[in-house]
């Protein structure tokens, strides 16, 4: 597994003022989408810029591969280092943390609609985040909330959005906890294979991907 560097990557100043939704997906951009906004002390949540790209592949790889959830080896990798598609296809976020080198990007979600290129589970009416990762090096600051309480804000703040919901591995029991103290629910009869989509399974297992599902007020 590549790292850029084996201490947290400070944000960039450069380009501060630049439009990150500039290259976006039209059917996105579109959306009217609101500012970001954090609900958790202490962590910034705000678009995600080009400048950040190899902060939240590195984050999102190390999540990935240091919580046991995927195999170095695994092609799924390249696709988890790919942040400048997916910023052009879907809505990235990032949530940073201030330490001792100053505010660093600790964490990443992206955010997406039935029928854009990046939706994997969500339907009508339903607002989808895929990718949640928080730095090893930064969790249990909240970072991960952040982003959830995130997402959550935007759909309520979307004309037709009226649910949040999302693809987990059945790996990940840290993250179903706090999607479950978030009001989300298992929806079982919605879990999927990727052989359900078309695709070839990835380390020779076809594994079930669970879906959790929020209702909106």
């Known amino acids: 597994m590549p790292h850029e560097d084996p201490d947290l990557i400070p944000t960039a100043d450069a380009g501060f003022d630049a439009d990150p939704t500039a290259d976006l997906h039209p059917a996105i951009r579109a959306a009217g989408w609101p500012e970001p906004a954090s609900r958790v002390e202490g962590v910034t949540v705000r678009d995600a810029r080009e400048q950040d790209h190899a902060a939240i592949a590195h984050l999102t790889v190390s999540s990935y591969v240091d919580g046991g959830h995927i195999d170095p080896a695994d092609e799924y990798i390249e696709h988890l280092q790919d942040v400048g598609h997916r910023s052009r296809q879907a809505r990235v976020l990032v949530g940073e943390v201030r330490t001792e080198e100053g505010a660093v990007v600790a964490g990443s979600v992206v955010l997406t609609l039935p029928g854009m290129p990046m939706s994997e589970t969500s339907l009508e009416g339903e607002l989808e985040f895929r990718m949640l990762a928080v ?25 037709g959005v009226h649910a949040v919901v999302l693809t987990t591995m059945v790996t990940m029991t840290g993250a179903h906890r706090l ?12 879990d999927w294979r990727l052989s359900d989509i078309g695709q070839e399974p990835t380390g020779g297992e076809d594994q079930v991907f669970w879906v959790y599902r929020r209702p909106l007020p």
């Open 135 to 159: 730095d090893p090096r930064v969790q249990r600051r909240g970072v991960a909330r952040a982003l959830v309480r995130a997402a959550i804000d935007r759909a309520e703040q979307l004309e």
């Open 179 to 190: 999607y479950e103290s978030e009001g989300f629910t298992r929806v079982p009869e919605r």
